[in-house]
């Protein structure tokens, strides 16, 4: 069996235009990419002017270093104390005095002692 060549990807555009995007991509690995991470379109971290400041490959490699899930044997930090918690203080409950006063009956309130609506109702007629 004989091994073929690797298949260039042809894309056609709306246009009808052909469009090799490998040799496209080539072709503008180093323009910076767009948005806010640094970096150009290849993967490289770009500094100040521009410049490669870590390559694509040892960024790839400080990534998977230490996979992912694993917890590390040292803590980072020391561990926070924990918070002093302290009683909180109460004051006494002081119950307001209350002055009884007396209401002198009238004679027609004396002699029915009418509650609820029949003594709202009575002045009425």
Do not use: C, F, H, W
């Not at 980072?76 to 009884?100: H, N, Q, W």
């Not at 006063?101 to 029915?112: L, M, P």
């Amino acid at each position: 069996m004989v091994a073929r060549a690797p298949r260039k990807r042809m894309y056609r555009t709306m246009q009808g235009r052909m469009v090799d995007i490998e040799k496209l991509r080539a072709a503008n690995e180093s323009v910076q990419a767009v948005g806010n991470m640094n970096v150009n379109a290849r993967g490289d971290v770009l500094g100040a002017g521009g410049k490669i400041v870590t390559s694509k490959e040892t960024v790839i490699k400080k990534y998977y270093e230490q996979p992912k899930g694993m917890v590390s044997d040292t803590p980072r930090s020391k561990p926070m104390p924990a918070p002093k918690v302290e009683p909180v203080k109460t004051a006494k409950k002081t119950t307001p005095v209350t002055k009884k006063t007396t209401v002198a009956k009238t004679k027609k309130a004396e002699s029915t002692d009418k509650k609820g609506i029949d003594a709202a109702l009575d002045g009425l007629e």
